[in-house]
Every structure is written in C-alpha cells, then in structure tokens.
C-alpha cells in the first residue's frame, strides 16, 4: 500500500522488461503480483508528473494484466469503458517510456485513440459505448470466419446508461462470442446513484439471505426428503432475489462472479476458462477505485484525477494571487441562490454533480437534487415531464454530452416548448481533456432549434446574469461557458434579467466591427487596441440582435464574427444569414474552430493554434484587410 506520490521514477525490473504484451505473456503467473504492484508504482508516479485521470486506472491494474496475458492483443479485441482507466493498458502496450507527455500537446491522450496504437481498438470519450462496439467486432469476426475473441471492460458507473443494455439485449440475440468485464467499483467519477448500483449492493447485505443460509443446513438436517427439495427451491429463489446472476442470466448472459478484481490468482484461471466459452458472457468483478494508494481509497472522488505535482523548491514563494471563481461555481452559487428564491427550482445532472459545481446544491435542497447516472436522454426528458406539470427544472450538463440527448433536446423540450433550463458546461476547447470532451459544436445545433433562448457570456458576472435570465424565460433556455476561470470580473449579488436579444457596444472604433459570442471577448478587446475596431458583446446567439447588426455593419467596411465553436453553422453563420436575408452585401470574416478535431494540450495554446488568441485575431483582420484593399485606402485607425 502506498501512502504518497514517488517524485523519481521507481525501480521497475520487471515492467522494464515489457514494451508489448507478447513479453507479458512470457512472465510466470508467480511474477504478476509483482508486476501489479511496479505497475501500479510506476503509475503512480508518472500522473504524478503530468497530472491526469488517476484513481480508475489504479483499480484495474490486475485486470489489465490478466487480460494481455490471456488475450492475444491485438488480435484478440480489447475496448475499454470510460477510458480514463487505461493508463495501465497504455503501459503495457509500448507507450510507458511516453507516458510523460501524458495529455500534453503533440503528446499521449488521455483515452484509447486509434490513432496512437493498434491496440486501442476503440475511441472512447463519452461511456457505455463499449459493448455495442465490442458487439461489433465480435459480429465482423464471426462474419469473416475468424478465431479472435472480444472483451468490453465496463465500470459499473456506465452500467447505468441506456445504451449499455440496449447493446446487451442485442448481443443476447446475436450470440457473438463475447465477454463482458464488469468492473463493479461502487464509484463513477460522482458516487453511483440508480437501482442497478442499489441491486450490486445488495448481494453484500442481504440480513435475510445469509441468515437463511446459515440455519438452514441444521433444519434440513431433520426433514424428510421431500421437505428438503422445497427449501432448497425457496434458497434458489431467496438467492435469485439478490443476485445479478439471475438480472443477467435472464437477459440471456452466462453470468460468473462477482469475484475479487484485485486477485490474480482468480483473474487468470478465470479468465482462462471463459475465453474458450461460446456466445455471450459477463465476469463480474469487483474492485476499489484507487485500490493501493491509501488517500485514493479513501477519497476516490478527490483523486479521480489529479493536477501535476511540483517540485519543492527552496525559493521565496511570491504572494498568492487570489483564486478567482471557476464557471461551474459561479453556476453554482447562482443555482443555490435561485433555488432559494423559488421552490419550484429543481436540479438535474447526469452524474457530474462535482464537475457541474451541485455539491452545495445537493446539499442545502437535497429533496430537489436528481443525480439521474450516467443517462444524458433521460436527463433531458425528465426535465421536460417536471416542466408540464410546474416544476422549473434546470440541467446541468457539459456540452459534449449534451449532444446524446439532442433528439430529447428537439422532440421533448423545444416542440412543447417546455420551460427547462440547461446550464452548458465546457463549451469551447477543453485542453487536455481532447475532442472527446470538447464543446465544439453547441452553437451551432442549438441555434437551429426553434423556441430556444442561446446565450454565451463574456465573463463570471454575465454568466450569472444570464442564468437567471434564461430561468425568467417562460420556454426552453440555454446558456453555455467555458471550462476553468474567468477574466476575474466583479460577480454582483443581485439578479437581473437581461433585455432579451440585446448586445452591448464595448469599444467603439472605425471601419472594423468585431461581434465576439462568449468568453473570447477580452482577447477580441486586446485585438480591437492596435487596430482601433468597435467590439460589440453580442451576448445573444439566438435570438441576435439584429438592431446593433444594422448599426454596425451600415458604420464598418468589415465586420468580425468571433465564438469558440466551429465556424460552420455558429454564431457568425447567423449574422452571415441575417445580412442575406436583409439583402446586405458586405465583407465578414469569420473566425472560431476550424473544420476539424482540436487534439488535446493546454487550453491557451490550442487557442493560439488556431487563431483565436489576441495576436492570432489581429492577424486574420489585418490579413482579411489586406486582401479587401492591397492599396490600403481602407484605414484601420481613424
């Protein structure tokens, strides 16, 4: 058991002797213990240097083991779940000497990428997606009358998304030859809620069961024979009453377990045998997220992921900065302020009650707090069934997994036109976290829904104004912000609803307008200095204000649409729409996200990356400019 984090890279004779999982195999069953615990040291160590996803990947570092030593990976198809877990997997599988650009720009992401091996066989971001694509393969396999086996390792926390039984009951029917790992940690990242984690959890406490068990040998003893085969029924029954085998079983699985996740000596027989079974199975394990690193098992929430550790050093530390608030606690503090205010405010999450900035929330109105797991369509739905009958919910949701409930979104929340708040976190570039969590796109669907309020604010205090705003509004609302701080502006207490539709006019310049959608505002406002342009806050992205659209574009040679989305269909996809409409022929450049997948690294310099810092938009004007008048009789300063 570990009680800290190593700051040197540990010894590790063994795992230094595996770059695949063919030399993995070569190792003697009595070595693996020892394997586990060097390669749970050395994970330790290296998150420990670049910070990352942290307790997920400690818990299933036997599993990861056992599995290359009984798969033949690649051949045989592994696709993990919730990919955070993978770090062990990644060691491995020839990226350990890597594992230090963990996340970092140009570096290892932080989830399976095809891209990065040939034994990631599945892209993972969003969860619960690894049975159906397991299912898949198995399918491809048997289609092409190939030998190679499938395993789909799932936790418990995506166990309770929709899609995860959607793919079982299919598999069930198929009868491809698949294995399904259960990894049964009673933790996702926030604390399992749902039935399902209810039901796992009552293998350990049924009184009755076990009481049951253990006075029934002495009374059976003195029945006749019949008598006896009846209890035993009544035993079968009581055990089918609280164990998954029968949940399972009855779907069509071959069910074994649950077993001890952390047991090498039970995995690999286990596994063994399994692998040679037809059609469908499930091995249930379980398992303690951060298992072997003594604060993780204790607060498996606070390390699910860690920051980089520093290194101590000698030297005078300057005078800390005060923090300043992260979005997610600015939408926080104004939802337990609203809660307050209104006991018709209920609040929903699909399990990103931490993420989403509900601890208090949850805690101060825990009779209208609805942690409905890992189930984004749902979320939306029940949103839309509270609002028919005068509740006001509000959904708390990141922007990428918004996009698994945007048929909820359109058919049961904007058709009716039903009174549902959604607060929109990560939106834009997220850094390390990748493509996979990015908020590229919301924009762009939510402008296209009829009956929706879209907002982006610029800063802490409008996002604050906003939401309120949006929770005034007598129909379906959304208002989206970023990941991490803001620009560090005065948050006021009061509550005030924003003129619908309206912007506001921050700089006022000559000849280039720049029409900034959300927080990149202060880098279009350092922009607008050298090339002395107006900037306008739009603030409203549906619906725009088309007043202060006039205004600018008939007073400016060019005008500047700028939001941290993609460009196509966005914000500035709709002033371009607008002007058509009007019959406005004019020059407009627009800049956000190009038309590709933004990898992972820090947030700053993927903005730099593509054009979106201060330099960056004063280059793409000044080179727009240019082109609009090589003899450069339009001046940019007055």
Known sequence: MFQTIPNQRPATPLLDRIDTPDQLRQLEPEQLPFLARELREFLLYTVGQTGGHFGAGLGVVELTIALHYIYNTPDDRLVWDVGHQCYPHKILTGRRERMDSMRQEHGLAGFPKREESEYDTFGVGHSSTSISAALGMAIAARQQKL???????????????????????????????????????QMSISKNTGGLNTYFSKIWASKAYNQFRSSGKNVLSHLPRPATEI?????????????????????????????????????????????????????????TKGKGFTPA???????????????????????????????????GQWLCDEARDDKRLVGITPAMCEGSGMVEFAKRFESRFYDVAIAEQHAVTLAAGMACDGLKPV??????????????LIHDVALQNLDVTFGIDRAGLVGEDGPTHAGAFDLSFLRCIPNMLVMAPSDENECRQMLHTGYQYAGPAAIRYPRGTGTGATIECTMTELPIGKGLVKRQGANVAILSFGTLLSSALNAAESLNATVADMRFVKPLDTDLIDELAAN???????????????????????????????????????????????????????GLDSAGIEQQISQRLL???????ISSVN
Do not use: W
Request: net charge negative.
């Open 231 to 287: 209890v035993a029924r009544i035993e079968e029954y009581m055990k089918g009453m609280v164990s998954p085998a029968t949940l399972f079983e009855e779907l069509g699985f071959n069910y074994i377990g649950p077993i001890d996740g952390h047991d090498l000596d039970v995995l690999i027989p286990t596994l063994q045998n399994m692998r040679e079974l037809e059609g469908p199975q499930m091995l249930h394990i379980m398992t």
């Open 395 to 408: 959904v708390a949701i990141y922007s990428t997994f918004l996009q698994r409930g945007y048929d909820q």
């Open 556 to 610: 400016h040679s060019l005008l500047v649409t700028l939001e941290e989305n993609c460009i196509a269909g966005g914000a500035g996809s709709a002033v371009v729409e607008y002007l058509n409409q009007q019959g406005v022929v004019m020059p407009v450049l627009q800049l956000g996200l190009p038309d590709r997948f933004i990898d992972h690294g820090k947030h700053g310099d993927l903005l730099a990356a593509v």
């Open 147 to 185: 030998k190679r086996r499938t395993v789909a390792v799932i936790g418990d926390g995506a166990m309770t998304a929709g899609m995860a039984f959607e793919a079982i009951t299919h598999a069930v029917h198929t009868r491809a030859n698949m294995l399904v790992v259960l990894n049964d940690n």
């Open 297 to 331: 098992e204790e607060d498996p929430v606070g390390f699910h992921a860690i920051s980089k550790i520093e290194p101590k050093t000698e030297k005078a530390k300057p005078a800390a900065k005060p923090k300043l608030p992260k979005y997610q606690d600015v939408f």
């Open 627 to 633: 082109k609009l008048d090589p003899n450069n009789r």
